[in-house]
């Protein structure tokens, strides 16, 4: 797509030549020569402040919404977060591949990376860029939709209600998948029935040929299944009465690996996937049923699966301090996340450390989160080391160890490792876990 394209598709005014474009940026600490950097415009920020650096950078042309002067080619649009959803649009209505959605409170980034990975073998697929699910980011990831994609893999992310829905109307996916739905998010959505309705949004399609996958071990499953207007309603899950049955979990550290058994279609499969814990091995089920859906043969579904990349920071294994095992969970955290974190442990008889950042946006239920979780973790594990002061209403029978700092942590974790340790480093963004967890990295 050429400037003038672009200009056209958004009523914005081109000023200067019209080149050729491929790829966008909205973060100049991001951006890569030749990409066509968007100046958004917030509450509190402006992004045309930094165009003199995005002109350093090598950004071929600017999309800005207030006349600045600007030595490249640029569009001045009214407004350049209408800007992206027009391009958005255009692409996707061009778009004749089978688009895949991806919700759930967690493991849309995880899914999505490994259903993309199962998909490039059968075609070019489309996916979300990083993590960028919000009402910003997926627009932003559909301006490098192209016609000649097979595929395209979106993950939608809420944080309040009707986000889903909005959404939804962009992307308009062939085939939705919810991986689950728990707590997290409470202080935009009331609980897990707003959750659930939210995250439900994504199951309303606009063709009449719509595919359904859901887990089938949630509570909300019958919910969504009599909501949706889905042709066809396919689950996953452990529960026995899963169209993609999960059993059979072995969970291999050592070698940061999950194996298990997949019964469908009246017969059993095994396969192995690059990265630990059950909720992985769920993960990959979905992921599993959009292959096959999507024409991927059993063959090559089972040599990908084991080599799919992750994300960081998702249950990443490495070797620490002392010939220990640090698990690198520190991308984010709430109670079900955090669950399956500990879980992931269970049967090494080795020391067991959690070192645990706060749980945020869980609203009026944090104290009680907080507590369950504490007390979870204190029946699986050899010492818990605490950051963050929604942990000091936590009551323990044993002495509750919590820190002001990182550094202070940090010392006193490195006086306690014992050879051969393993280190589960786990937080919400905003307390910046990942420090420690590069800190333990060897």
């Given at each position: 797509?050429?400037?003038?394209?672009?200009?056209?598709?958004?009523?914005?005014?081109?000023?200067?030549?019209?080149?050729?474009?491929?790829?966008?940026?909205?973060?100049?600490?991001?951006?890569?020569?030749?990409?066509?950097?968007?100046?958004?415009?917030?509450?509190?920020?402006?992004?045309?402040?930094?165009?003199?650096?995005?002109?350093?950078?090598?950004?071929?042309?600017?999309?800005?919404?207030?006349?600045?002067?600007?030595?490249?080619?640029?569009?001045?649009?009214?407004?350049?977060?209408?800007?992206?959803?027009?391009?958005?649009?255009?692409?996707?209505?061009?778009?004749?591949?089978?688009?895949?959605?991806?919700?759930?409170?967690?493991?849309?980034?995880?899914?999505?990376?490994?259903?993309?990975?199962?998909?490039?073998?059968?075609?070019?697929?489309?996916?979300?860029?990083?993590?960028?699910?919000?009402?910003i980011g997926v627009p932003y990831s559909l301006l490098t939709l192209r016609r000649d994609h097979y595929f395209s893999v979106i993950e939608m992310g809420t944080s309040e209600p009707g986000e889903i829905e909005k959404l939804n109307t962009i992307v308009k996916p062939d085939i939705?998948?919810?991986?689950?739905?728990?707590?997290?998010?409470?202080?935009?959505?009331?609980?897990?029935?707003?959750?659930?309705?939210?995250?439900?949004?994504?199951?309303?399609?606009?063709?009449?040929?719509?595919?359904?996958?859901?887990?089938?071990d949630s509570h909300f499953f019958g919910y969504w299944s009599k909501e949706t207007n889905a042709k066809q309603i396919i689950s996953f899950g452990i529960h026995g009465d899963s169209d993609f049955k999960v059993s059979n979990i072995k969970i291999d550290i050592l070698n940061n690996l999950t194996h298990f058994c997949l019964r469908f279609d009246g017969k059993d499969e095994e396969f192995s996937i690059n990265g630990i814990g059950q909720h992985n091995a769920l993960n990959a089920a979905l992921s599993i049923a959009v292959g096959l859906l999507c024409g991927v043969d059993i063959d090559s579904i089972t040599n990908n699966l084991i080599y799919t990349e992750l994300p960081e920071r998702r249950l990443n294994v490495f070797k620490s301090l002392k010939k220990s095992i640090l698990i690198d969970d520190s991308y984010n955290s709430n109670p079900a996340s955090l669950r399956n974190a500990i879980d992931s442990m269970?049967?090494?008889?080795?020391?067991?450390?959690?070192?645990?950042?706060?749980?945020?946006?869980?609203?009026?239920?944090?104290?009680?989160?907080?507590?369950?979780?504490?007390?979870?973790?204190?029946?699986?594990?050899?010492?818990?080391?605490?950051?963050?002061?929604?942990?000091s209403e936590c009551n323990s029978s044993e002495d509750l160890v919590i820190f002001k700092n990182h550094d202070d942590l940090y010392d006193y974790l490195v006086s306690i490792i014992e050879e051969e340790t393993i280190l589960l480093v786990k937080g919400s963004r905003s307390t910046r876990m990942d420090k420690i967890a590069d800190k333990l990295k060897k």
């Amino acid at each position: 797509m050429n400037l003038l394209e672009l200009a056209n598709i958004s009523d914005g005014e081109l000023r200067g030549e019209s080149i050729d474009v491929d790829s966008f940026s909205i973060d100049t600490r991001t951006l890569k020569s030749k990409e066509v950097y968007i100046a958004l415009e917030g509450k509190n920020f402006d992004g045309h402040v930094f165009i003199p650096e995005a002109l350093k950078k090598g950004a071929s042309a600017i999309i800005l919404n207030k006349s600045v002067d600007c030595a490249i080619p640029n569009i001045i649009v009214k407004d350049s977060y209408s800007f992206m959803n027009k391009i958005a649009a255009h692409n996707r209505k061009l778009f004749n591949g089978k688009m895949i959605g991806v919700t759930g409170t967690n493991g849309k980034t995880t899914t999505k990376q490994i259903i993309a990975n199962l998909l490039n073998t059968q075609g070019s697929c489309h996916q979300t860029i990083g993590n960028k699910n919000n009402q910003i980011g997926v627009p932003y990831s559909l301006l490098t939709l192209r016609r000649d994609h097979y595929f395209s893999v979106i993950e939608m992310g809420t944080s309040e209600p009707g986000e889903i829905e909005k959404l939804n109307t962009i992307v308009k996916p062939d085939i939705a998948a919810i991986t689950n739905v728990s707590m997290g998010h409470l202080d935009g959505l009331r609980d897990t029935e707003s959750i659930a309705k939210e995250k439900g949004n994504i199951l309303n399609f606009f063709k009449d040929d719509g595919i359904a996958i859901l887990p089938r071990d949630s509570h909300f499953f019958g919910y969504w299944s009599k909501e949706t207007n889905a042709k066809q309603i396919i689950s996953f899950g452990i529960h026995g009465d899963s169209d993609f049955k999960v059993s059979n979990i072995k969970i291999d550290i050592l070698n940061n690996l999950t194996h298990f058994c997949l019964r469908f279609d009246g017969k059993d499969e095994e396969f192995s996937i690059n990265g630990i814990g059950q909720h992985n091995a769920l993960n990959a089920a979905l992921s599993i049923a959009v292959g096959l859906l999507c024409g991927v043969d059993i063959d090559s579904i089972t040599n990908n699966l084991i080599y799919t990349e992750l994300p960081e920071r998702r249950l990443n294994v490495f070797k620490s301090l002392k010939k220990s095992i640090l698990i690198d969970d520190s991308y984010n955290s709430n109670p079900a996340s955090l669950r399956n974190a500990i879980d992931s442990m269970n049967g090494l008889k080795r020391k067991k450390i959690c070192i645990l950042g706060a749980m945020k946006e869980l609203g009026k239920n944090s104290k009680k989160l907080h507590q369950e979780m504490y007390d979870y973790a204190n029946d699986r594990v050899d010492e818990i080391l605490c950051i963050g002061e929604e942990w000091s209403e936590c009551n323990s029978s044993e002495d509750l160890v919590i820190f002001k700092n990182h550094d202070d942590l940090y010392d006193y974790l490195v006086s306690i490792i014992e050879e051969e340790t393993i280190l589960l480093v786990k937080g919400s963004r905003s307390t910046r876990m990942d420090k420690i967890a590069d800190k333990l990295k060897k």
